[in-house]
Nanobody, 119 residues
């Protein structure tokens, strides 16, 4: 059984910072790409940032220069450092990981963590 557990969400004022963490645990053979998505009320879930197993990152245009994704492969953990937060960053943030477990490879999702940015 594989689980992704997120932490680090909360309430912050515009211009502030938050750091999200997501740890994968369970019967894991390897973790490939990891990423963060977000879903605001009434909107579709969208990719925020992703990082390959080799550390190559890509970002949504809306967060470039403000957010940084990183990972610790020894801990099967991905991070999202969010700076200069804006009210439009308010959403539930979900961790995603492409994981080999047992004889299968599939995407796993975390339970989501709320990020609220007040103006």
């Amino acid at each position: 059984q594989v689980q992704l557990v997120e932490s680090g969400g909360g309430l912050v004022q515009a211009g502030g910072s938050l750091r999200l963490s997501c740890a994968a645990s369970g019967s894991i053979f390897s973790v490939n790409a990891m990423g963060w998505y977000r879903q605001a009320p009434g909107k579709f879930r969208e990719l925020v940032a992703a990082i390959t197993g080799g550390g190559i990152a890509n970002y949504a245009d809306s967060v470039k220069g403000r957010f940084t994704i990183s990972r610790d492969n020894a801990k099967n953990t991905v991070y999202l450092q969010m700076n200069s937060l804006k009210p439009e960053d308010t959403a539930v943030y979900y961790c995603n990981a492409d994981i080999y477990s047992g004889n299968s490879r599939r995407d796993y999702w975390g339970q989501g963590t709320q990020v609220t940015v007040s103006s």
